[in-house]
């Protein structure tokens, strides 16, 4: 991407385009590709800003050398624009702030260097990490965005450093070719400078370089989750041997954990977009969710949907755009949208209740789902399909649609096993069989909850937990499978042809429950 953007630039110039807008942070990264442009052309370059005025490229920052006096101010920065006759590109950073409706001088200059430009062999490029473009300017500049290093930028840069570290004794140096594409791919949404700074910081933390320090390549992206205010960084503990049963669904998950590799692209196949799952609340929907990201050695960042609702108008749509785009700036990653059925409901009627504020956020939302081409993959989850508007269904939205129904019996028993290795107790010293009879009808959730309720219970009595203590407490729950059968049996029907099971198709229950009672 970064090539064909680079050719569109230099097309730009050539085709003496005079404005020309570029989003990006890295100004230096853009500095750099326009001076190479100017050297295949036979121009100048002169970079701008508020501070330092017209510079030539690689003026030191405590020098005065090169600057163009009282051309700090933007006014006579472009006016100095115009006088010139050789050919030039000239960069202006960070100029939006003057590109206000306040700023009607400027913008009225703008106008008159877009009209003069035209018929010269000098460009006005403006480069920002905002887009911020005054109504009247919108026919006269052309707007492109600087894309991210990519993989093989990532790897010039790790083999510089590599070479830099080589001569000290001290840093070791651990990755085969397969542990400097995890890292790579890891650091891949960081900008030059971020990514140097990590690799920096990996080796001031343990002295080496390895492909154990995906770790730290998080940290950094959990940093700029932080300061958009608009996600929540969630670092995930979990592994997909918590999550008790769910074979299909791991199995699904098994089979795309390398497609995001640079391997994968290679071979022609597309990062996979994402997945729904739909079923009973507590059977371990948010807990496959948090499990992936450990799986997939990626960062998992959780969507909120109330904080995107602004109170001015308009700031809701900008809300979700800004969200959409830090996600793309860190991917590759996985987006986690819980409780999807509430966070959307009401967009049938959102033009009467919020003047379409919701339909709007919603519609962004959707459309990013079916044209997105940055790795972010999506795990929505959804209790109530009542609840889902019908367009979120529709193919091409998510990979795929799971039901994640109440455990089977089988299930039951391993989720049993998990609850009580990981409070340590041995799952072989307690009847099983017995538990997973009692438990009939229970989520996931419910049996957690059984297992941690009969532990407060022994440890006030300072006892040792035994099967009865859990039959007890087992016995005295009533599931939600009781309280809420019918909305239930209904989820069950819309899902049968419509969704995949989470499960492989289980075991008859009596069956099996006979079998572990006689074992």
């Known amino acids: 991407m970064l090539r064909e953007k680079l050719e569109e630039l230099e097309t730009l110039i050539r085709a003496r385009y005079p404005i020309i807008y570029v989003v990006s942070w890295e100004e230096d990264r853009v500095e750099r590709a326009l001076v190479q442009i100017a050297e295949k052309r036979n121009k100048k370059v002169f970079s701008w800003s508020f501070t330092r005025g017209l510079t030539k490229p690689g003026t030191p920052l405590s020098s005065s050398k090169g600057r163009s006096q009282g051309s700090t101010d933007p006014m006579a920065a472009l006016e100095q624009v115009l006088q010139e006759v050789e050919p030039a590109i000239y960069l202006f950073k960070d100029f939006h702030p003057f590109m206000t409706a306040t700023n ?7 106008r008159e260097v877009a009209t003069s430009l035209k018929d010269s062999y000098k460009t006005l490029v403006l480069v920002s990490p905002f887009l911020a473009i005054a109504a009247e300017l919108q026919k006269d500049i052309t707007v492109l965005d600087f894309p991210l290093p990519e993989l093989e930028d990532l790897r010039e840069l790790l083999h510089r450093i590599i070479s830099e570290v080589g001569e000290t004794a001290k840093v070791s140096v651990e990755l085969d070719r397969q542990g400097e594409d995890r890292l790579l791919t ?7 400078k971020e990514a140097e700074n990590v690799l920096a910081k990996t080796i001031v933390l343990d002295g080496r370089l390895s492909a154990e320090d995906v770790s730290v390549v998080f940290s950094e992206k959990q940093q700029i989750i932080r300061k958009s205010g608009l996600l929540e960084y969630y670092g995930a503990q979990e592994t997909l041997k918590d999550v008790g049963g769910l074979d299909a669904l791991k199995e699904w998950l098994k089979r795309r954990q390398l497609a995001f590799s640079e391997q994968a692209k290679e071979f022609g196949l597309p990062a996979p977009k994402g997945i729904l799952l739909l079923g009973v609340q507590g059977c371990g929907k948010s807990l496959c969710a948090k499990a992936v990201s450990q799986a997939w050695e990626m960062p998992l960042l959780r969507f909120d949907v109330g904080k995107m609702f602004g109170s001015l108008v308009g700031s809701s749509e900008e809300n979700i755009r800004r969200a959409i785009a830090i996600a793309e700036s ?57 609840a889902l508007p019908p367009e979120l269904l529709r193919k091409g939205r998510l990979d795929e649609i799971f039901f994640v129904d109440l455990p089977s ?30 438990s009939e009808g229970f989520s996931g959730a419910e049996i957690e909850e059984g297992v941690v309720t009969a532990l407060y219970d022994v440890f006030y009595r300072a006892g040792e937990l035994t099967t009865e203590d859990l039959l007890r407490n087992l016995k005295e729950t009533v599931p939600l499978s009781k309280t809420m059968s019918e909305k239930l049996s209904e989820l069950r029907t819309w899902a049968e042809g419509r969704a995949r099971r989470a499960t492989s198709q289980p075991e008859a229950e009596l069956g099996y429950v006979k079998r572990k009672l006689e074992l």
Do not use: C, Y
């Open 330 to 386: 860190v991917s590759p990653a996985i987006l986690w949208v819980d409780e999807i059925d509430k966070a959307f409901a009401g967009t049938q009627s959102s033009g009467m209740t919020d003047g379409g504020t919701t339909s709007r956020v919603f519609g962004t939302f959707l459309t990013w789902l079916s044209e997105k081409t940055a790795p972010v993959f999506v795990i929505a989850t959804a209790n109530d399909i009542s």
């Open 409 to 438: 019996a089988q299930e039951r028993e391993e989720i049993f096993r998990i609850h009580l290795a990981k409070r340590g107790r041995d799952p072989q010293k307690f009847a099983l069989g017995e538990l997973v009879r009692i």
């Open 104 to 110: 009607a001088a400027i913008i009225r200059q703008l």
């Open 186 to 192: 890891a650091a891949l949404g960081l900008t030059l």
